[in-house]
């Protein structure tokens, strides 16, 4: 049995950069290859054995939180925290599940695409009295280079993270199995009532508490622009494309993966686009 059954997700910014002008536009919900976003990261949870998912919210915070209600399965209780805050930057939004969580759980954005395995990875792998961070030392794969979080590492070791960095061997993913102290890290860098999660990071990494996980040939990829959605749908159509034809090789008749993948299956009601319906 997984040692970590809970998860925050982060899903309180406006994602600004992907829905332009659009006011009624939710990040969490923009369709890839026919189904939300947020429904990835869902499954990807559910598969890693995760019991309880705790989803920050903040812009629209209701109407969020009606829409995540229709996509959450029996199998997951949903709780959902208001971050008031939510255009401070994301280190606030961590802050509001400080007493929501009572041991080590999974990070994650609700804006990331990524393979179940690094999931997997992490908790499996994880030291639970330190910050184990997913990190992807592909360079040369990174869609966005320049926006990209940095990372530079010793061995499994965090040294370094920020955006401006110089030197650097790996890139942030996203996703984290965090300590409760990380809190208490967080609380410690803020200035101003504001803090970023590469604080927090930076802070632990000083004190030798940040591990680096690397996630090998794992795929992932963080939506902030149509640019890197339009990158996003075409690498998953195209890794969806090789498990049908790996599985029709090995002659299964469990039917069409990426078909299958679009429709959603039974385990999400109402797969639909929320943003397509009529409000």
Not at 189 to 215: F, H, P, Q, T, Y
Not at 253 to 268: C, K, M, Q, V
């Amino acid at each position: 049995m997984t040692a970590i059954s809970d998860a925050v997700i982060l899903m309180a910014g406006s994602g600004s950069r992907l829905r332009g002008s659009d006011e009624t536009f939710l990040k969490p919900f923009v369709p890839v290859l026919g189904r939300p976003l947020i429904c990835y990261t869902i499954d990807a949870l559910i598969h890693a054995g995760i019991k309880k998912a705790n989803f920050i919210v903040g812009y629209q915070s209701a109407r969020m939180i009606e829409e995540v209600k229709q996509l959450i399965p029996s199998t997951i209780e949903p709780c959902f925290i208001e971050n008031r805050d939510w255009q401070k930057q994301n280190g606030v939004s961590l802050l509001t599940a400080a007493n929501q969580v009572t041991s080590p759980f999974l990070l994650t954005m609700s804006d990331h695409l990524f393979d179940r395995s690094i999931v997997d990875l992490l908790v499996r792998d994880a030291v639970l009295d330190q910050l184990n961070v997913a990190i992807d030392r592909k360079l040369d794969s990174i869609f966005d280079v320049d926006d990209a979080m940095k990372v530079q590492t010793r061995g499994d070791r965090i040294l370094q993270i920020g955006k401006d960095l110089t030197r650097y061997d790996a890139i942030d993913t996203g996703l984290s199995v965090c300590p409760l102290k990380i809190f208490d890290y967080l609380e410690r860098v803020k200035r101003d009532g504001d803090c970023s999660l590469a604080d927090g990071v930076r802070s632990m990494a000083s004190e030798g508490k940040a591990r680096a996980v690397d996630i090998g040939d794992a795929w992932w990829q963080d939506i902030d622009t149509p640019a890197m959605l339009v990158c996003a749908e075409t690498q998953l159509r195209s890794r969806l494309a090789r498990d049908d034809i790996a599985m029709a090789n090995a002659g299964s008749d469990r039917g069409n993966p990426a078909e299958n993948y679009a429709r959603a299956g039974n385990n999400h009601p109402k797969m639909q686009d929320p943003l397509s319906q009529a409000e």
